[in-house]
Every structure is written in C-alpha cells, then in structure tokens.
C-alpha cells in the first residue's frame, strides 16, 4: 500500500491524545454529603468494573477514528498489484514497443504496426502528471533518443512517427534495456509495459533479462489471427570455382510460413538483369533449395537478387548476393632440380596464354626468396627441399593453395605434410617405366574440382595406367582422396587446412611413373586446380550483412590515399571506420547500414567490391505464441511476475487514472468509530441497588 500525501501521516501521532486523556485524566473529584455510604458500597465493585470496560472501550474508538482520519488525508492506494491501469504513486513507466518487420503484416483491425502505436498511445496517455515516461522500440531508429520525459507530448509524438524496421533486437534483450534505464528513474514505483505480436521466433534469446525487484512488468498482446508468409531466406554461390563464361551454380531457399501448399514463382537478377527464373512448389513449414545456373559475363564483383512473387511481407520477397568472378590466378611453378616440369609448365602456359592464368617460373632453389604473398597458389615438381615447411604451412592456412608432385626422393615432401598436420610419404611402390600396377578406379566427381570437367556422354575419365607411385598414409588432418588406385595409395590427395588446400599427386609428371599427362585429363585437370587452390576461401566471403547489425568488409586491391566509401542502393554514400591489415584494408560497418541491397565498396572511381545486405531471415516468420505461453516465458526470463491485459480495456483517458482508492475506505471506517463512540457515551445506563 502506498500513500499519495505520505507527509500527512506525521498526523498518527495525534492518536496519542486519547491515551494521554486517558491515563491522566484532569477532572477533579466533586465532595458530595451522604447521610450513609452502607447503600453505596454495595453497588461500588459491581460500578466500578462497567465504568472500566465503557472507558477502555471509548478509549480504543476515539484512538481508532483518529488513526483512521489520519490515513485517509493521507490517500493510501493499493500498489501491490498496480500496473500502468491502476491508481498510485507516481511512476517511472518504460514502454517497449515491438516495431520489428513482422508488425507489418495486417489483420482485421488494419496493419500491427498501427494497432500497436494506438496501444502505446493509450498507455501513455493513463500516465499522470508526475510520472516518468520513455519509449523503447524493439528496433530503435538511428535518430532515437531513448530518454525519460516528464510530460506525455514528447512520447507520443515518438510514437506516431515510429516506423517497423529491421534489425528489431530479441523482446526479452529489449526487457533488459528497459530495466537498465530504470535503474537511473527517480520515482520508486518503475514499470515495463510490452506492446508486441508475441513473434515466436525472434521473442527470446539465449542471454539474461532478471529486473530486479520492483519493477512491475505489464504486457498487451495484439494480432487476431494466424499469419502467411512466403519467403527467400538464403542464397549460397554452390560453385567453388567461378571463371567468365562458365556455368555457375547458385541455390536459393524458400519458404512459406503458414497456409496452404502452392507454387510461387522465383527469378534471378544479375546486376539488374533477369537471367534465370523457374517456379517453386512450397509447402508450409518445409524449406525448399531453388537451384539457378548463370554464366558471369566477365571478371569482378557481381550483385545479384533472387526475388519471388510479391506477398504481403514485400521486405523479405528477395534476398541478394554477391558473386566475385576472380581475376586469372597467380600462379608459381616451382622446378625441382634435375626434375621434369615441362609438361606441367606446358599445360599451365596454355592457361596462360588464354588469360586463364598469371605464371611465374623458378627453380626450387629460389623458393626461399619468393615472396608467397604475391601468388595465390605454388605447384611443386618434385623439390628435393621445401625450404622453410613452416612458411608453406602459413601460406595455405591464409587462403593459398599448393599442388605438389613427388620427384625422385619422395619424402622430401614429408615436412611440408607434418607442418600441416597431414600424413606421411612412405616411399613408393613400382619402377618408373616398370610394369603397370593398376589403374585409377574410383573419383570424387562431387567435387568441386570436377564440376563441368566432363560432360553427360562420358561422365568419367579414362583410368590412367600406373607403374610407380608415392606410398601417401593419411593423417589426422581434413582430408578428403578425390582420385583412388587398385595400388591403394591415391593418385591426388587434398589436405585442407585453415583457408587453404593442398592437393598431392601420387605420380610425378613424368610418363615413367604413369600416363597421366597423356590423358586427356591431364591439361583441365592443372588448371582446374591452380583456379581451386587460388580460390581460397574468396568465393565463400561474399561480406554479406545483417541489416541494422553491421559487421566487417576486407577490402582487397586498395590504392593509396583517398578513403574507402559504402554506396548504397539508393545512392547514399558512407564513409565507415576503417583499418590496415597486411594485404587488406578492413571496413567496420556500424548498425547504419539498415536498409537491404547491393552496397558497393569505392575508392574515387574504382569499385573494390560488392557487399550484400540482408534482413534476418528469423523475421519472416510470422508464427506467434500464445499469450499465456508468452507470460511464461517472460516470468521465467525476468524472474518477475507479468500481467496480461488483452487490448485497451480499462486504460484511463485526459490524463485520469483508473482504481479504487483506498481513502474513502478509512474515511468511511473513522465516522463509524466516531458514531460508535457517540452511541457508547450518550447511553450511559443508571446504575440501581440489587
């Protein structure tokens, strides 16, 4: 219980003014002449004990209608339950309005996003004069101020103009944060009250929201009816290796949340321009991967959207991509002394000479001065020493790539393998130009090494005809055989490690060990995997973003002096925190990115690359909980109890709260103690002689 005008209950002491009356009382005894007590003293004992009941009994009513009348110029209300619809002190009031992009959607009542801001305008406008009020949307805008005011204008003038956006923080985060901003509110009395549809899948997450006592939790629910959406919530560039005019696979997902199974149609945009388009048989609640097939036109950054029909969501209707077509790979051919490399140089220069390759060719004695940095992969023909193994092991774990042919001392490749943490070269097994010991028999054609190699009338190679090969035991290290032998050592092995990859050839290029290079293989084989190997990990690192999360962009190919800038969709230019790292600059994209598209990275005229922001793919869908379901969770997040007040009902208007106040109560129970005190006083009954 709480008390509107606390300083009038200085008066309680007044109820001492009986009890003082009482213990001393100032009337002085009246000398009366008898002719005889004897008829007095029999009726003394049976008097006395009446006057002292009569006298403890007013005593008690006269105390009590003080203490009474005391309480009620005091304006005692019931706070133990109070929320923002009850009557009491005055309050320190955070409202949490849900203004994430599910609140877009409609139902009878109109868009939630309205109703919601008509909910949040009721409550504050059942605030009082002295109460602390502030708005705290789940997806705050850049230009919020998240500040108490003590008139309601500001508030709701905030509230009218707040927009559903994405990037809406988890409700239960947004709980949190109201209860930090009311650790600094200058009234005892702090409330929460929550407006939200109860999406399910963005309500809660994994951190804490306890609010310390005190803080009294309300929440108002909307949204009458279950909600159908259809979305893109992925799209993945499936190719590992990505070249102008070659097919590129690219596979999308999409979903429908709620209502019936049905086909939507899905297309494909690069760079503006619709390239592909297929339809999709969606079921509610089952993802479905959409593939596209599109040839790059050229070399670079690339944007690209995958868009669907148009639904009543329109924000999550397309997902972009980026997609970057790599420049030719930079490749370093090192030759083992008294080694021939001249068919793998010959098969690379052919690459070369198309553009499909940069080469550069040394002897392995000039390994050690080489400056790694400046390729993308190494090939190896049989070094008799890989120098320093080490420095190999941290170029491949970077993103670079190494292809390595054994030569005449097979294990010299062995430190290189133990710096990887792979296996081991055990010698070999046959002669060069001995008998033949088997053939090639099973390929990885899953992988991406392989893709587009062969084509539907012969899906696989000729088996290439072995007569020595290295004796390679795998290790503990990511490993994977792509090209198996009846010898049971593998003809190419790949060891993966940190951002890079090894691929190891059994054989070396020499028609003494095998017949490989006659093979027709031999040739696309090389430059598949120079073009694998320079890969890396570039294809995956789209730099794709989270609106309103931001993130990292490593920038590659930055010249010197003018900033970097982020141009976005629609034209408008940011100038991000940025930062040097060896080969790269880094941009730190803050939470102002927040409108999703195709966001190009420009440093004067030169376009460095193409970022792809994203929505959260969790807000599309629309499914919600339950409104006891919700309370549940709420409680056993805060650890505070949650009223449920389903719509606007009993919320006050012009500024009146709603209650029952409790001094017309004490009032009522002081006149009673007073006409009681009355009654005992004026019907003094004679005392008369038995």
Same mark, same amino acid.
């Given at each position: 219980?709480?008390?509107?005008?606390?300083?009038?209950?200085?008066?309680?002491?007044?109820?001492?003014?009986?009890?003082?009356?009482?213990?001393?009382?100032?009337?002085?005894?009246?000398?009366?002449? !008898?002719?005889?007590?004897? !008829?007095?003293?029999?009726?003394?004992?049976?008097?006395?004990?009446?006057?002292?009941?009569?006298?403890?009994?007013?005593?008690?009513?006269?105390?009590?209608?003080?203490?009474?009348?005391?309480?009620?110029?005091?304006?005692?209300?019931?706070?133990?339950?109070?929320?923002? !619809?009850?009557?009491?002190?005055?309050?320190?009031?955070?409202?949490?309005?849900?203004?994430?992009?599910?609140?877009?959607?409609?139902?009878?009542?109109?868009?939630?996003?309205?109703?919601?801001?008509?909910?949040?305008?009721?409550?504050?406008?059942?605030?009082?004069?002295?109460?602390?009020?502030?708005?705290?949307?789940?997806?705050?805008?850049?230009?919020?101020?998240?500040?108490?005011?003590?008139?309601?204008?500001?508030?709701?003038?905030?509230?009218?103009?707040?927009?559903?956006?994405?990037?809406?923080?988890?409700?239960?985060?947004?709980?949190?944060?109201?209860?930090?901003? $009311?650790?600094?509110?200058?009234?005892?009395?702090?409330?929460?009250?929550?407006?939200?549809?109860?999406?399910?899948?963005?309500?809660?997450?994994?951190?804490?929201?306890?609010?310390?006592?005190?803080?009294?939790?309300?929440?108002?629910?909307?949204?009458?009816?279950?909600?159908?959406?259809?979305?893109?919530?992925?799209?993945?560039?499936?190719?590992?290796?990505?070249?102008?005019?070659?097919?590129?696979?690219?596979?999308?997902?999409?979903?429908? &949340?709620?209502?019936?199974?049905?086909?939507?149609?899905?297309?494909? $945009?690069?760079?503006?321009?619709?390239?592909?388009?297929?339809?999709?048989?969606?079921?509610?609640?089952?993802?479905?991967? *959409?593939?596209?097939?599109?040839?790059?036109? %050229?070399?670079?950054?690339?944007? =690209?959207?995958?868009?669907?029909?148009? /639904?009543?969501?329109?924000?999550?209707? %397309?997902?972009?991509?980026?997609?970057?077509?790599?420049?030719?790979?930079?490749?370093?051919?090192?030759?083992?002394?008294?080694?021939?490399?001249?068919?793998?140089? $010959?098969?690379?220069?052919?690459a070369a000479e198309s553009g499909g390759v940069a080469l550069n060719?040394?002897?392995?004695?000039? @390994?050690?001065?080489?400056?790694?940095?400046?390729?993308?992969?190494?090939?190896?023909?049989?070094?008799?020493? *890989?120098?320093?193994?080490?420095?190999?092991?941290?170029?491949?774990?970077?993103?670079?790539?190494?292809?390595?042919?054994?030569?005449?001392?097979?294990?010299?490749?062995?430190?290189?393998?133990?710096?990887?943490?792979?296996?081991?070269?055990?010698?070999?097994?046959?002669?060069?130009?001995? /008998?033949?010991?088997?053939?090639?028999?099973?390929?990885?054609?899953?992988?991406?090494?392989? #893709?587009?190699?062969?084509?539907?009338?012969?899906?696989?190679?000729?088996?290439?005809?072995?007569?020595?090969?290295?004796?390679?035991?795998?290790?503990?290290?990511?490993?994977?055989?792509?090209?198996?032998?009846?010898?049971?050592?593998?003809?190419?092995?790949?060891?993966?490690?940190?951002?890079?990859?090894?691929?190891? !050839?059994?054989?070396?290029?020499?028609?003494?060990?095998?017949?490989?290079?006659?093979?027709?293989?031999?040739v696309p084989l090389l430059y598949r995997a120079a073009a694998y $190997?320079?890969?890396?990990?570039?294809?995956?690192?789209?730099?794709?973003?989270? #609106?309103?999360?931001?993130?990292?962009?490593?920038?590659?190919?930055? =010249?010197?002096?003018?900033? +970097?800038?982020?141009?976005?969709?629609?034209?408008?230019?940011?100038?991000?925190?940025?930062?040097?790292?060896? =080969?790269?600059?880094? @941009?730190? *994209?803050?939470?102002?990115?927040?409108?999703?598209?195709?966001?190009?990275?420009?440093?004067?005229?030169?376009?460095?690359?193409?970022?792809?922001?994203?929505?959260?793919?969790?807000?599309?869908?629309?499914?919600?909980? #339950?409104?006891?379901?919700?309370?549940?969770?709420?409680?056993?997040?805060?650890?505070?109890? *949650?009223?449920?007040?389903?719509? #606007?009902?009993? +919320?006050?208007?012009?500024?009146?709260?709603?209650?029952?106040? @409790?001094?017309? &109560?004490?009032?009522?129970?002081?006149?009673?103690?007073?006409?009681?005190?009355?009654?005992?006083?004026?019907?003094?009954?004679?005392?008369?002689?038995?």
């Open positions: 219980m709480g008390f509107l005008n606390p300083l009038l209950l200085v008066g309680l002491a007044a109820a001492a003014i009986p009890i003082v009356v009482h213990l001393f009382n100032f009337r002085r005894p009246q000398r009366v002449d !008898f002719s005889t007590l004897r !008829f007095v003293r029999q009726i003394e004992a049976t008097a006395m004990r009446r006057m002292r009941i009569r006298q403890w009994l007013l005593l008690a009513l006269r105390t009590l209608a003080v203490l009474f009348l005391v309480l009620a110029f005091a304006r005692p209300t019931r706070t133990a339950d109070a929320g923002v !619809f009850e009557e009491g002190t005055a309050r320190s009031l955070v409202l949490v309005l849900d203004n994430s992009r599910s609140m877009t959607l409609r139902d009878a009542q109109g868009a939630l996003i309205d109703q919601a801001r008509g909910l949040g305008v009721a409550v504050i406008e059942a605030t009082g004069a002295g109460d602390e009020r502030t708005l705290l949307p789940v997806a705050r805008p850049v230009e919020a101020r998240i500040v108490p005011y003590t008139t309601a204008g500001p508030v709701l003038d905030a509230i009218e103009s707040t927009p559903a956006l994405a990037g809406a923080e988890a409700l239960t985060a947004a709980i949190a944060r109201a209860g930090s901003v $009311l650790e600094g509110a200058q009234h005892l009395r702090r409330e929460i009250v929550i407006v939200s549809d109860l999406q399910a899948a963005t309500f809660s997450d994994s951190a804490s929201a306890t609010l310390p006592e005190g803080i009294d939790l309300t929440l108002l629910p909307l949204g009458a009816r279950a909600q159908v959406n259809t979305a893109v919530t992925d799209v993945r560039v499936v190719s590992r290796i990505v070249e102008p005019g070659r097919p590129v696979q690219i596979e999308a997902t999409v979903v429908r &949340y709620g209502g019936r199974p049905g086909t939507v149609g899905a297309a494909l $945009l690069l760079d503006g321009q619709r390239v592909a388009e297929t339809a999709v048989d969606v079921v509610p609640g089952e993802p479905v991967r *959409v593939p596209f097939t599109v040839t790059p036109p %050229a070399r670079g950054w690339l944007g =690209g959207e995958v868009r669907i029909e148009a /639904d009543a969501a329109a924000w999550d209707d %397309a997902r972009f991509f980026a997609l970057r077509v790599p420049p030719p790979p930079r490749v370093l051919l090192v030759r083992g002394d008294g080694q021939r490399a001249d068919l793998v140089a $010959l098969a690379l220069g052919v060719e040394i002897a392995e004695g000039a @390994l050690p001065g080489a400056d790694l940095d400046q390729y993308d992969a190494v090939v190896l023909v049989g070094p008799a020493s *890989v120098g320093d193994p080490g420095r190999l092991a941290a170029f491949v774990g970077a993103g670079g790539g190494v292809l390595a042919f054994p030569g005449d001392d097979v294990d010299a490749l062995n430190p290189m393998l133990a710096a990887l943490g792979a296996g081991r070269i055990d010698g070999a097994v046959g002669e060069s130009g001995g /008998d033949v010991l088997g053939t090639t028999t099973d390929l990885d054609l899953d992988h991406p090494l392989f #893709a587009g190699v062969f084509d539907a009338a012969r899906p696989t190679p000729e088996a290439v005809d072995l007569r020595k090969v290295a004796r390679y035991r795998s290790g503990g290290a990511d490993e994977t055989t792509l090209i198996a032998t009846q010898t049971g050592a593998p003809l190419l092995q790949e060891v993966r490690r940190g951002e890079g990859s090894v691929l190891l !050839f059994g054989v070396a290029p020499d028609l003494g060990w095998s017949d490989l290079p006659q093979r027709g293989l031999f $190997l320079a890969a890396g990990s570039a294809v995956a690192d789209t730099g794709e973003l989270t #609106a309103r999360e931001g993130g990292t962009i490593r920038v590659e190919g930055v =010249g010197p002096g003018t900033a +970097l800038r982020l141009v976005g969709p629609d034209g408008v230019t940011l100038t991000p925190l940025q930062r040097t790292v060896p =080969g790269a600059v880094v @941009l730190d *994209v803050g939470d102002a990115v927040a409108r999703a598209g195709l966001y190009r990275v420009v440093q004067g005229d030169r376009t460095l690359r193409v970022v792809a922001v994203n929505e959260d793919a969790r807000e599309s869908d629309p499914a919600a909980l #339950a409104p006891a379901e919700a309370v549940r969770r709420l409680e056993a997040a805060t650890g505070r109890p *949650v009223r449920l007040v389903e719509g #606007a009902a009993g +919320l006050a208007s012009d500024g009146e709260r709603a209650g029952t106040p @409790l001094w017309t &109560y004490f009032l009522a129970l002081a006149l009673a103690c007073l006409i009681a005190e009355t009654l005992v006083t004026t019907r003094r009954r004679p005392e008369v002689a038995p």
